[in-house]
């Protein structure tokens, strides 16, 4: 069975934040808001440096951070209190996402990185995802079952897919399928997944038709073809 391996790095954390704050477009989500714990001066060196300088400055303001060490116990207590309600899960949920995605799940090991920002990026190079230290419990299990669901999808539907539509496109098609968390997942769930405010009606369109028929395959054809028609 596949297991998610918890715990936190200054390097990953740094990564997070500098993609979040280089991207600058989150599907109608404001991105000031997504970016306000970053200090302003902070913030415009980054928006000013290539990716790896960048993420080199982040890395030497988190370790040398002067409310380092309470955050270090913030974190240690978070990511013990998060694997301990996660594994009670944990079972349940990779089962039932091989019998709704219709394939193995891809990976023996996951890796769940807290961040200390706002945003939870995932990165496929390596399986890991982030859960923020921000969200609360309940809210970071629902990330977890969220970001997987992601890389579950890549894995195997992401070349399928490339055959129709764009990246751009795939990535709104990816954001738009967690829906079937709030369908499918919701006994295991807490908190709400809630979309991003750009996918609202399509999320609605799919959930209907996803609940007509929960062939994958199929739904996914029809999914590709109503992404297709998006702007």
Known sequence: MSKVKFQYDFKKDAWSWVLMAKIQEVWGLNWKDQVAFI???????????RREPAESLVYNYLISHPKKKIRQLVIKEELSGLEKSWRKIESKFFRRLKKIIGKPVF?????????TGFMCPYDPEDNSFMVSMWHGVARSITTICHEILHLQFLHYYEKYCRKFISEKKLDN?????TFILNSDFSDLL????????NHQKIR??????????????????KAIKITQKQR
């Not at 200090?39 to 000013?48: C, F, N, Y």
């Not at 990976?107 to 961040?115: D, H, N, S, V």
């Not at 369109?205 to 929960?214: F, V």
């Open 39 to 49: 200090p302003d001066e902070l913030l415009r060196k980054i928006t000013k440096r």
């Open 107 to 115: 990976a023996r090991e996951f890796k769940c990185y807290l961040t």
């Open 173 to 177: 098609l990816k954001e738009t399928l």
């Open 190 to 197: 807490l908190y709400e997944d809630k979309g991003y405010p």
């Open 204 to 221: 609605e369109r799919l959930r209907k038709i996803w609940e007509k028929d929960k062939n994958f395959g199929r739904f996914l054809d």
